[in-house]
Nanobody
Framework: QVQLVESGGGLVQPGGSLRLSCAAS????????MGWYRQAPGKQRELVAA???????NYADSVKGRFSISRDDAKNTVYLQMKSLKPEDTAVYYC???????????????WGQGTQVTVSS
C-alpha cells in the first residue's frame, strides 16, 4: 500500500556533495519516523540519520557535522543532504518509514529500493 522511492544517488569525488530524496506515496497514514540507512560492501546495514514526527533527529557518529536530514510534510518527502563525502560513505542508501494507522492501533515499517552512492576519485 505504501511505496518509498529514493533518488539522488550517484558517483562523486571525495569532498563532494549529494542530496538524497525519498518520496512516500500510497496510504501514508501518520508518520512516526523516517530515516536513512546504508549498507556498504561487506558491511551490515546501519542507521545514518532519522527524524521523528516531532522533528527530533538522530545521526550516526560517522556522519555528524556532514549530513543533515530534513522533511517536507506537504510532499511526504524526506531528504538527506550529504557534504564532505568520503570514500567510506560509499554504500547503498535505503529510505525507511515507520507509519501508524487506525488511530495508532497499527504500525508498519516500509523500505525503499535503495540508491547507490559512490565516493571515489
Amino acid at each position: 500500500q505504501v511505496q518509498l522511492v529514493e533518488s539522488g544517488g550517484g558517483l562523486v569525488q571525495p569532498g563532494g556533495s549529494l542530496r538524497l530524496s525519498c518520496a512516500a506515496s500510497g496510504r501514508i497514514g501518520s508518520i512516526n519516523t523516517m530515516g536513512w540507512y546504508r549498507q556498504a560492501p561487506g558491511k551490515q546495514r546501519e542507521l545514518v540519520a532519522a527524524i521523528t514526527s516531532d522533528g527530533y533527529t538522530n545521526y550516526a557518529d560517522s556522519v555528524k557535522g556532514r549530513f543533515s536530514i530534513s522533511r517536507d510534510d506537504a510532499k511526504n518527502t524526506v531528504y538527506l543532504q550529504m557534504k564532505s563525502l568520503k570514500p567510506e560513505d560509499t554504500a547503498v542508501y535505503y529510505c525507511n518509514a515507520n507509519l501508524r494507522y487506525a488511530g495508532g492501533a497499527l504500525s508498519y515499517d516500509y523500505w525503499g529500493q535503495g540508491t547507490q552512492v559512490t565516493v571515489s576519485s
